[in-house]
């Protein structure tokens, strides 16, 4: 049995020599392993494993177990948006679900969940606790809250309203939470079976118990979500008192970035999160500012509540061990989004910076154990987690559903020293305060908090961020978004350049025999979201392919009868102007050519200083923890061309409005 799994694993590893959409490791087993998919509310990266203070026995015990995913970052820092994207396999834009009333099913009805998918091929498929968001629901169906029920009460309703979309084969179970009573962090004298994540730690142990009793030969497909890293933090006072906020070491970096203008190296203004979700009722002034002995409580609270939640983990791990599931058992371990806790003088999550997208990830498959206890530093995103389990599990990825979207992490899970991926995606929107008040959600927000908000949530007067990241650079653009046609507006680019005049004028009077006037421009022949000397890395291989050459060629046309052609730099993924051996057409009066030498195209202009985009430089972050030092210093003017390569990048993920 194991060397059968091992052998197709090599056989993966053989086949993969580099990242290609859609599949980084084809199905690795044709056996059917028992999956727990584990998640954790609103946890960024602060555990052990990631070097962090925080106290995560089994979560890193896990980690030893499996591979440690050093960037792996969410589609949307929002639960239900975030969640919807990843329980389907489809990025938001696409799910259409970028609030916490809308619901993928809305947009893509017949989608096939993760947990549908993995019902279907023949798994028991059930959960406990979040997995979706309580309100990612049709108000109405079955399991969700009624059809006139207002915002505030459609959240206090079950939990996964997907039961009515056939996802799981039991009704999904939740609990509520403790609260702090008018605050956001503190300890409460309650027995542990008070807290969610006891009784969500105790149910999932019972789902086990009954996949037992009823037909253990049938897969197990076990949903968990822990909630009770969500604020408030509230937790048993003995797990309250395990951190003196003294010792708990506070971001360096808790200034207000600057709204400088984006050429002065600052920030667009909406980049910045007014802390709503702590809100001045809660330890906050209106200028939103926590000094740093309050700042360590807020962070031991939470370090406490992941304590807690860790040990419930344990619990169901346990419970696996005991059982005899484990050496049959992939479990993924992850959170739905990130969580500022400070930094950039900013609380929770909805930035588009590192801490709020950026989430911890692990994912063990007993019988891959080259992997075990490694890193893997290449990109990973929450929308690839459909394909990647798929793969796992040994199921023909002819029966993953077509509109599924996302990369299989199944090859780096077997060898996490591959390159992996190149890009991870992510957007966000602004919240609106109006809204927020009108709905009687946090009516003491002050004056101060209306200008970092859009006037009106998702009208055609609000906007929408799209972010990508590099292992160098994550680049974030602004754009319109068009609340009647939901979609979002194209950016009013600055018209491309056509450089082929100046170089060749340039090229040829190097040789002392060139015309000294410029000849007519030629017409480059226009790809998506490009020209095409800017072409994607992704279009061009080592064998150039048509579209590649069809781009490079319509660039030729020039009166030198194509005595000089654009051709393809594999290296840079672009086209680049070089002299060919011969003219294509005869030219009695052509002047004599230098072979051998190529003129590179002039780098793309400076962003206009107008332009609301972010360019961060994150080649000297220090570990995999420290990531905010870099997104104080806003360098897109000072890269026109790193802006070039990632925007064509990011466009790419784009459905703009037609």
């Known amino acids: 049995f194991f060397t059968m799994r091992f052998a197709s694993v090599c056989t993966v590893l053989a086949a993969v020599i580099g990242v290609i959409p859609g599949t980084l490791g084809a199905p690795i087993t044709p056996t059917k392993p028992h999956i727990l998919f584990i998640i954790s509310d609103d946890l960024r990266p602060t555990l052990g494993t990631y070097g962090t203070q925080a106290l995560s026995p089994h979560v890193d015990a896990l980690a030893r177990r499996g591979v440690t995913f050093t960037r792996a970052y969410t589609q949307f820092p929002w639960c239900s948006p975030s969640r919807q994207s990843f329980m389907t396999g489809r990025r938001p834009d696409t799910t259409k679900a970028w609030t916490f009333t809308t619901s993928f099913r809305d947009a893509i009805p017949d989608a096939i ?14 959960s406990v606790g979040k997995l979706y968001h309580g309100r990612n629901c049709v108000r109405g169906d079955p399991g969700c809250c009624a059809a006139n029920a207002t915002f505030k009460q459609c959240v206090q309703q079950p939990q996964d309203a997907d039961w009515a979309g056939g996802s799981w084969d039991e009704h999904p179970v939740d609990f509520g939470r403790v609260g702090c009573r008018g605050q956001q962090w503190c300890g409460v004298d309650v027995n542990e079976s008070k807290m969610c994540d006891f009784n969500v730690a105790a149910t999932a142990i019972d789902r086990l118990q009954t996949h037992l009793a009823r037909n253990a030969s049938q897969p197990l497909f076990l949903g968990v979500g822990f909630r009770d890293n969500h604020l408030p933090w509230a937790s048993p006072s003995a797990w309250h008192g395990m951190f003196d906020p003294m010792t708990v070491k506070a971001t360096a970096h808790g200034q207000t970035p600057s709204f400088d203008p984006v050429a002065s190296g600052g920030v667009p203004k909406q980049a910045w999160q007014f802390p709503a979700w702590v809100g001045p009722e809660y330890h906050l002034n209106n200028t939103a ?32 061990d005991t059982a005899g599931y484990t050496n049959d058992t992939i479990v993924l371990f992850t959170g739905d989004h990130g969580q500022n806790l400070g ?49 796992l599990a040994g199921i023909p ?28 995606f992510s957007q966000t929107q602004r919240i609106s305060v109006a809204t927020l008040r009108s709905q009687g959600i946090y009516p003491g927000l002050p004056a101060v908090a209306d200008g970092f908000y859009d006037p009106s949530c998702f009208s055609n007067r609000s906007d929408i961020r799209y972010s990508v990241r590099s292992a160098q650079w994550r680049f974030t653009e602004w754009l319109q978004w068009n609340g009647t046609a939901l979609c979002p507006v194209a950016p009013r680019l600055p018209p491309a350049a056509t450089p082929t005049p100046f170089h060749l004028r340039r090229a040829l009077q190097s040789t002392g025999k060139g ?20 072409d994607a890395p992704a279009r061009i291989s080592n064998k150039p392919g048509p579209s590649a050459s069809a781009c490079c060629a319509s660039c030729a046309e020039t009166p030198e009868c194509t005595t000089f ?5 594999v290296r840079q993924g672009s086209c680049f102007l070089f002299r060919a051996a011969a003219p294509t057409v005869p030219c009695p009066n052509a002047p004599k050519q230098v072979a051998g030498t190529y003129v590179r195209p002039p780098p ?10 972010e360019l961060y ?33 990011l466009q790419g993920k784009i459905a703009y409005c037609v």
């Open 289 to 320: 500012w926590l000094e740093t002995p309050e700042l360590q409580v807020a962070l031991a609270s939470y370090m406490a509540n992941i304590a807690f939640t860790d040990a419930q983990l344990g619990k169901v791990l346990g419970a696996f």
């Open 565 to 569: 052609v654009y051709q393809p730099d």
């Open 397 to 424: 990825p002819s029966a993953v559903d077509k509109g599924v979207e996302g990369d299989s992490l199944a090859a780096a899970v077997a060898n996490p020293t591959i390159p992996g991926k190149e890009y991870a």
């Open 113 to 126: 969940s993760l947990p549908q998918h993995f019902r279907r091929q023949g798994w028991w498929a059930v």
């Open 617 to 649: 430089d994150h080649r000297d972050d220090q570990s995999h923890f420290d990531l905010d030092v870099a997104e104080y210093t806003n360098v897109a003017t000072a890269n026109p061309e790193v802006v070039t390569q990632l925007r064509q990048a």
């Open 343 to 391: 930094e950039h003088n900013t609380w929770t999550k909805m930035t588009a910076w590192e801490h709020s997208l950026r989430v911890p990830l692990m994912i063990s498959v007993p019988w891959l154990p080259s992997g075990h206890g490694q890193f893997h530093s290449g990109m990973a995103e929450m929308v690839d987690f459909y394909r990647t389990l798929s793969d």
């Open 515 to 534: 015309p000294t006037a410029a000849p007519p421009q030629c017409t480059p022949l226009r790809i998506p979201n490009g020209t095409c000397w800017h």
């Open 604 to 613: 793309p202009p400076p962003p206009p200083a107008s332009e609301m985009i």
